[in-house]
């Protein structure tokens, strides 16, 4: 299996700004059909811990970014990012999806930082 690694330093708390810049990243990387291309935890925002700007809306628009991404590359595509906030507390989560958009695996931290 072809494994690609991102590594990234973050914008901080810019989703679009990360996303984009991922895709810079990924650009001049030949990544071989059906690879694994692993991004970072809290890859589109940085570690904050302010939940109002790390938390995906109802939209899940950072797991959408995975699964664009995903088909766009012909591969399987994992990354950390945060889930929804209830009650001001977020889920810190990794996520992963295949080329056809099917989730893989999704693993919730049972011990976030505090």
């Not at 914008?11 to 690879?35: C, E, F, M, Y």
């Not at 302010?50 to 939209?59: D, G, K, Y």
């Not at 959408?64 to 929804?84: C, H, I, P, T, Y």
Request: hydrophobic letters at 45%.
């Amino acid at each position: 299996m072809d494994i690609v690694a991102v590594q990234l330093n973050p914008i901080w708390q810019d989703k679009t700004a990360n996303h984009q810049r991922v895709r810079d990243l990924l650009a001049g990387v030949q990544v071989p059909s059906r690879a694994l291309i692993v991004l970072p935890e809290m890859f589109d925002t940085g570690f904050s811990m302010n939940v109002s700007e790390t938390a995906q809306s109802e939209m899940r628009e950072s797991e959408a970014f995975l699964k664009e991404l995903a088909a766009e590359r012909d591969a399987a595509v994992l990354g950390g990012v945060v889930g929804s906030a209830t009650h001001g507390v977020a889920s810190n989560l990794s996520v992963a999806f295949a080329p056809d958009g099917s989730e893989l695996v999704r693993y919730r931290k049972m011990q976030p930082f505090t």
